[in-house]
């Protein structure tokens, strides 16, 4: 089993079978997104959001795969501040700094009026 695989396996166990037919990474993500966002709907299943999270930061930072860090950058952490449920919750998962590092990232989807209200939406608020 690759890296990723297994990895992706411990930080999000619910989704096994999705993740043992993924042919990629970025594969993985476009199917993961649209589990992301149905598991903020209440009752929030925390598990599945803060596995997530935790994949993305593994495939970012503890990989050292830049195809599968760029995955992550495009199928994950751009669509963030798109999805209004997500967006209300992203202080509950994500750091200050985690969210300041990504500030570039966040832009590819909003405008720069968007990004800046994004930006200070989040990065003021206390964790």
Same mark, same amino acid.
């Given at each position: 089993?690759?890296?990723?695989? %297994?990895?992706?396996?411990?930080? @999000?166990?619910?989704?096994?079978?999705?993740? *043992? %037919?993924?042919?990629?990474?970025?594969?993985?993500?476009?199917?993961?997104?649209?589990?992301?966002?149905?598991?903020?709907? *209440?009752?929030?299943?925390?598990?599945? @959001? $803060?596995?997530?999270? *935790?994949?993305?930061?593994?495939?970012?930072?503890?990989?050292?795969?830049?195809?599968?860090?760029?995955?992550?950058?495009?199928?994950?952490? *751009?669509?963030?501040?798109?999805?209004?449920?997500?967006?209300?919750?992203?202080? $509950?998962?994500?750091?200050?700094?985690?969210?300041?590092?990504?500030?570039?990232?966040?832009?590819?989807?909003?405008?720069?009026?968007?990004?800046?209200?994004?930006?200070?939406?989040?990065?003021?608020?206390?964790?």
């Amino acid at each position: 089993m690759s890296a990723w695989r %297994r990895i992706a396996t411990e930080k @999000i166990p619910k989704q096994r079978e999705l993740i *043992e %037919r993924s042919a990629s990474v970025g594969m993985l993500w476009v199917d993961l997104w649209f589990r992301f966002v149905e598991a903020h709907h *209440e009752p929030l299943d925390e598990e599945t @959001i $803060r596995g997530e999270y *935790e994949f993305a930061r593994w495939t970012c930072k503890d990989s050292q795969s830049a195809e599968m860090a760029t995955s992550t950058y495009c199928h994950f952490y *751009e669509h963030l501040p798109t999805e209004p449920l997500v967006r209300a919750q992203l202080r $509950r998962f994500m750091t200050r700094e985690d969210i300041l590092q990504l500030a570039e990232v966040f832009k590819y989807h909003l405008s720069p009026d968007e990004h800046r209200a994004f930006m200070s939406e989040v990065s003021t608020l206390s964790k």
